[in-house]
């Protein structure tokens, strides 16, 4: 095997683990566009709701583990279904009890201070979720087990005899889940009553509610459902990767650099820029040590944001 048949295929091998793990990357942040992009709400506790349901999948696949699912492949995935439900009531909940305090009409008491006092509550709510977490869990690394986390595809050999590509089962079929979720997010916000209503809330919220729209209950959906599908997110990643009640902010970051590399607004611009993040992150490896990947990240971000300010999918001139 010669030095450039090797080159090439760590080079293919980053290549495809950035894709599936970009692909990961791409649902939280369309996760987190849902919020940002149509409620215009910092919310720093998007990484920890990622993080509850991780530990709510994590229940569920033990609770089938328990009902003679143990070993089973489909187990963490029946799992996420169920921690769906889940995570939409808790978003749904707090917005209403919480969120909603600072947002829409009832934060207009608040006149130009109202980001001030949401990124006061987020961090708050982020604050109560990761000590609640760490005092119910603990602070040892969980993860969920499955047989298709260590078994690969391989492709190749691509060159001869030599320059194979191993893609990771679990990781795969992850991807996959995460795209069939974007695909059917779109259809929905595109196509559906509901997401006109959430497009029109974005636009112009006071034109909806002079057409009969429920602007205060189209942010209340559109809050649980980007806490619902960065959950959704987080039970991906947690079948290739440990957890523990501080990951949120470790990808807290990561969501907001995606959201505004995709462009403030569009949500599939928002599953392109977490695309991009993870293959900056694996094809920077092949340069940098492990620990400069997040450096290599937001270099590239400074750059998008130096050379297209509104981002890779974003408006020239965004809406206020």
């Given at each position: 095997?010669?030095?450039?048949?090797?080159?090439?295929?760590?080079?293919l091998q980053?290549?495809?683990?950035?894709?599936?793990?970009?692909?990961?990357?791409?649902?939280?942040?369309?996760?987190?566009?849902?919020?940002?992009?149509?409620?215009?709400?910092?919310?720093?506790?998007?990484?920890?709701?990622?993080?509850?349901?991780?530990?709510?999948?994590?229940?569920?696949?033990?609770?089938?583990?328990?009902?003679?699912?143990?070993?089973?492949?489909?187990?963490?995935?029946?799992?996420?279904?169920?921690?769906?439900?889940?995570?939409?009531?808790?978003?749904?909940?707090?917005?209403?009890?919480?969120?909603?305090?600072?947002?829409?009409?009832?934060?207009?008491?608040?006149?130009?201070?109202?980001?001030?006092?949401?990124?006061?509550?987020?961090?708050?709510?982020?604050?109560?979720?990761?000590?609640?977490?760490?005092?119910?869990?603990?602070?040892?690394?969980?993860?969920?087990?499955?047989?298709?986390?260590?078994?690969?595809?391989?492709?190749?050999?691509?060159?001869?005899?030599?320059?194979?590509?191993?893609?990771?089962?679990?990781?795969g079929y992850?991807?996959?889940?995460?795209?069939?979720?974007?695909?059917?997010?779109?259809?929905?916000?595109?196509r559906s009553?509901?997401?006109?209503?959430?497009?029109?809330?974005?636009?112009?919220?006071?034109?909806?509610?002079?057409?009969?729209?429920?602007?205060?209950?189209?942010?209340?959906?559109?809050?649980?459902?980007?806490?619902?599908?960065?959950?959704?997110?987080?039970?991906?990643?947690?079948?290739?990767?440990?957890?523990?009640?501080?990951?949120?902010?470790?990808?807290?970051?990561?969501?907001?650099?995606?959201?505004?590399?995709?462009?403030?607004?569009?949500?599939?611009?928002?599953?392109?820029?977490?695309?991009?993040?993870?293959?900056?992150?694996?094809?920077?490896?092949?340069?940098?040590?492990?620990?400069?990947?997040?450096?290599?990240?937001?270099?590239?971000?400074?750059?998008?944001?130096?050379?297209?300010?509104?981002?890779?999918?974003?408006?020239?001139?965004?809406?206020?």
């Amino acid at each position: 095997m010669t030095e450039l048949q090797i080159h090439l295929e760590a080079f293919l091998q980053s290549l495809a683990a950035g894709i599936l793990v970009g692909g990961i990357y791409g649902l939280m942040c369309v996760g987190l566009a849902m919020i940002f992009g149509i409620m215009r709400v910092i919310n720093f506790a998007q990484g920890d709701f990622m993080m509850l349901g991780m530990y709510i999948t994590y229940f569920f696949f033990v609770l089938l583990a328990g009902h003679g699912m143990a070993g089973s492949p489909l187990g963490p995935y029946v799992s996420m279904v169920l921690t769906l439900p889940v995570m939409y009531a808790v978003g749904y909940l707090a917005h209403r009890l919480l969120i909603s305090r600072v947002t829409g009409g009832k934060s207009a008491a608040l006149e130009g201070e109202g980001h001030y006092a949401q990124l006061i509550l987020t961090l708050g709510i982020a604050l109560v979720l990761q000590n609640g977490a760490m005092m119910v869990f603990g602070p040892e690394l969980e993860s969920i087990r499955t047989p298709l986390s260590s078994s690969a595809w391989e492709i190749g050999p691509l060159w001869g005899d030599f320059v194979s590509v191993f893609v990771n089962k679990g990781r795969g079929y992850a991807a996959l889940i995460s795209v069939a979720a974007i695909v059917a997010l779109a259809l929905v916000v595109g196509r559906s009553r509901l997401g006109k209503s959430l497009r029109a809330a974005a636009d112009n919220p006071v034109a909806a509610s002079y057409m009969g729209i429920d602007v205060d209950r189209a942010y209340r959906v559109a809050f649980a459902l980007g806490t619902c599908i960065t959950a959704l997110a987080g039970g991906l990643l947690a079948t290739n990767f440990p957890f523990h009640p501080f990951v949120g902010l470790e990808f807290v970051i990561v969501m907001y650099a995606g959201v505004v590399l995709g462009g403030i607004g569009s949500i599939l611009g928002a599953f392109w820029g977490g695309m991009v993040i993870g293959l900056v992150q694996q094809l920077s490896s092949l340069v940098l040590p492990t620990q400069l990947q997040n450096a290599a990240i937001f270099v590239f971000f400074l750059l998008i944001v130096i050379l297209r300010p509104q981002g890779l999918f974003g408006r020239v001139a965004e809406r206020t």
